[in-house]
């Protein structure tokens, strides 16, 4: 399972799935600079990995550029209906959002509208050019990759209860299998009407008119007048030094701040003293994963309707505090019930030749998103807004055209304010940790970022349906790592070795004499692509 890592001194293209790394380096062949192919392989993914990510879900983009040295971010996550209150769905006699079908659609795809942004700032070759790929995967076909025949398995019985799934995902009365031609050419006819109609397609046009009386036509909430009012957000990215390096992520409504938060309490270890398979060593990521999602918890929505204090969050002294609370139990887990939610992501990132730099991320929420698609469109929705409380005591309540607690969260690391490193994963409330896991690996422990992606993983949290949290562990060394940890407390689940429940993870380092170096997750069916 130890991939061979790539190297190359121009550009890298890294994706969790290989088609979509091929797409991003021939757009790079072709001229195009990152931007370009971040829009090309995002659009790509959205065919070739339909269960994670599609044109009916948000991205979230995070940008060097080469030119200015400037760092932004843009926030594609779409708001809610404009009708919508917690008080909706409890006259209809319910105590939650639903996780599927239509009234689970209930939040603006913003996708297509973050591709649109990055494109008409920083892209240099001709829009329809960068979704051809995707439009030809859709409409000639692409082979059922591993990870996709996985989830169909396992989704077999959601995938056969819906026509429009079963028609694309079981076309013979059968689910298709690992290698089968997967064609979609519904989708292929909408992406040709992006291609020739832009961003006012999807939001104003006709697509939008074939997807929003669809919504209203089967008792959704999303209307026309929601799309045509969605606009994403250029956004100054946060950050904190970690050992003498910037970590860059997206502020809220993502749920970045928790991994800087994380890494102000590590600050207090040396990390090269703690083995990396060791209990100590897992019993301290729980403990300060537990401290950092009881913030994210407590505040995390959309800043728009709530105030969040990142700058005491993200106060170094504010971690002291933590901190203190940690070693006060130093071998005690100490109790914490985090949010159940749902891990279902595709991560990517690609650098270039002029010093381009962009990490990014997209989505449909859960595996296949709503399971819902709006009349003949293709379109996957999203389940994203299912996520909103009912609870008006909560932060993150549903109110009308609001943007939910947002799991996705790429990152990027520089040093003397260059790239130095690219990196994200899958995996809801694992992608903080996971992340913490990569960066640790290659800063703390000196790997390279491939080594630091192979490593075994944690993953703190409670799955839906749960009373309370597990600590799963990828269990590829001792058994007495987990006993150890079940002493002190946890509750301890050892997975499988290479377990793909603790997320595709992709990255990117640049050293300091140009050499680039990129990784994919052997958990998964990416690739990374160095030219």
């Not at 698609?373 to 909560?394: A, I, K, W, Y």
């Amino acid at each position: 399972m130890l991939n061979q890592m790539p190297m190359a001194t121009s550009s890298m293209v890294t994706t969790p799935h290989y088609l979509a790394s091929a797409v991003g380096s021939s757009i790079l062949q072709q001229g195009g600079n990152a931007y370009d192919a971040a829009v090309a392989v995002s659009a790509a993914l959205g065919v070739v990995y339909p269960h994670m990510t599609g044109i009916g879900g948000d991205a979230f983009f995070l940008i060097h550029d080469g030119a200015s040295g400037e760092i932004t971010a843009y926030n594609g996550s779409g708001r809610s209906a404009s009708c919508l209150h917690a008080d909706t769905f409890k006259k209809m006699g319910m105590n939650d959002i639903p996780r599927r079908g239509v009234l689970s659609a209930i939040t603006v795809p913003g996708m297509v509208d973050a591709w649109w942004a990055v494109w008409s700032r920083y892209g240099r070759l001709a829009w329809e050019q960068l979704l051809e790929p995707a439009v030809q995967y859709a409409d000639q076909g692409c082979p059922v990759s591993r990870d996709l025949s996985l989830w169909l398995e396992q989704d077999a019985e959601l995938i056969m209860g819906h026509t429009p799934l079963r028609t694309v995902f079981a076309p013979e009365g059968t689910l298709l299998q690992e290698g089968d031609l997967l064609i979609q050419k519904q989708l292929a006819a909408s992406l040709r009407q992006l291609q020739s109609g832009g961003r006012e397609a999807f939001y104003t046009g006709e697509l939008c008119k074939q997807i929003t009386t669809a919504i209203q036509e089967d008792g959704g909430m999303l209307a026309a007048a929601d799309f045509a009012a969605h606009q994403g957000e250029w956004v100054k990215p946060i950050s904190t030094n970690y050992r003498g390096y910037e970590v860059h992520q997206l502020p809220p409504n993502t749920q970045g701040f928790s991994m800087l938060m994380m890494l102000n309490m590590l600050e207090h270890v040396d990390m090269a003293t703690v083995a990396r398979t060791s209990p100590e060593f897992y019993h301290l990521m729980a403990e300060v994963v537990k401290k950092a999602f009881r913030d994210r918890d407590r505040y995390l929505t959309d800043p728009d309707f709530r105030e969040i204090p990142l700058e005491r969050l993200l106060c170094k002294s504010y971690a002291d505090e933590l901190w203190s609370e940690i070693q006060s139990h130093p071998t005690t887990a100490q109790p914490f019930l985090s949010q159940a939610m749902g891990q279902d992501t595709a991560y990517a990132a690609v650098v270039d030749a002029e010093g381009n730099a962009v990490s990014f991320i997209q989505s449909l929420y859960f595996d296949f998103g709503a399971a819902y698609v709006p009349g003949n469109t293709g379109v996957l929705m999203q389940n994203r807004g299912s996520f909103f409380s009912l609870d008006s005591r909560e932060a993150n309540v549903l109110e009308p055209g609001k943007r939910t607690f947002h799991t996705l969260m790429p990152a990027l690391v520089t040093r003397d304010g260059k790239p130095y490193m690219l990196f994200g994963t899958q995996g809801g409330e694992g992608q903080p940790q996971t992340q913490l896991s990569v960066l640790t690996g290659v800063v703390d422990y000196g790997m390279s970022i491939q080594e630091a992606i192979n490593l075994p993983r944690w993953l703190y949290g409670r799955t839906w349906g749960e009373q309370s949290d597990t600590l799963r562990v990828e269990n590829r060394y001792h058994d007495d790592v987990c006993a150890a940890l079940a002493s002190w407390g946890h509750k301890v689940e050892a997975r499988a070795p290479w377990d793909g429940v603790m997320g595709h993870a992709q990255g990117i380092v640049i050293r300091s004499d140009g050499m680039i170096s990129g990784a994919a997750d052997p958990r998964g069916d990416g690739m990374a692509i160095g030219l």
